[in-house]
């Protein structure tokens, strides 16, 4: 077992296993841009259905259907997509590991297919954000051009987790923010964004 491997094993302070980790990973720098609600508009309003509030679960229905459809949209255009399932999500800021970044945790089968087919050397991203219930809600899209494939799906993380506070701080030091698409064998596909205040709190960024 690797140094890293015993520290992803650690729980967080708040009892989160520390959702990070890999034996193989697949790098890739992207240029972010976009930010707005999961469906495309501006405003950190909770999401509504047919102008009704959601619910304290509707609000994860509503994110994964616009994860469905925005893969759809994609598909209309010529390009191939995969929309990935997030099981759990994990701030991490480098307290109880190496790794410093938002660890999104996806189903074995899907990340398989995901680092088989994305290709490092050119990705770019469009994020979606929203506020909802004490959380941050994110529509994320990874776009690889040279395969014209489009990688979609959720994440989220809590208004007042501490970790992720001190993860977008240092974050904004950086100038980046690194995100792990992981398996549970702790494999890792790795995307940098080049903007993080696109995940971050509304309120806080600029």
């Not at 102008?51 to 010529?78: I, N």
């Amino acid at each position: 077992m690797t140094d890293d491997e015993t520290a992803d094993d650690t729980e967080g302070a708040e009892g989160r296993p520390d959702a990070t980790d890999g034996e193989s990973g697949v790098d890739g720098a992207d240029s972010a841009e976009g930010t707005g609600n999961a469906d495309g508009t501006d405003g950190a309003s909770a999401p509504t259905v047919d102008g009704e509030s959601v619910g304290p679960m509707d609000w994860w229905d509503q994110l994964e259907e616009d994860a469905r459809a925005t893969a759809a949209e994609y598909e209309e255009r010529g390009w191939e997509s995969l929309q990935l399932h997030t099981a759990d999500v994990t701030p991490l800021d480098g307290e109880y590991g190496d790794h410093v970044g938002l660890s999104v945790l996806v189903p074995d089968d899907e990340f398989e297919e995901l680092s088989g087919r994305l290709s490092p050397g050119d990705v770019e991203s469009e994020v979606y954000r929203t506020n909802v219930l004490g959380y941050v809600a994110l529509l994320v899209v990874l776009e690889d051009h040279s395969r014209e494939l489009a990688v979609v799906f959720p994440a989220y993380y809590a208004e007042d987790d501490d970790s992720a506070t001190r993860l977008f701080e240092g974050a904004r030091e950086r100038g980046e923010l690194d995100v792990f698409l992981r398996n549970l064998a702790r494999e890792r596909v790795t995307v940098t964004l080049s903007d993080p205040e696109l995940l971050a709190p509304s309120e806080d960024a600029a």
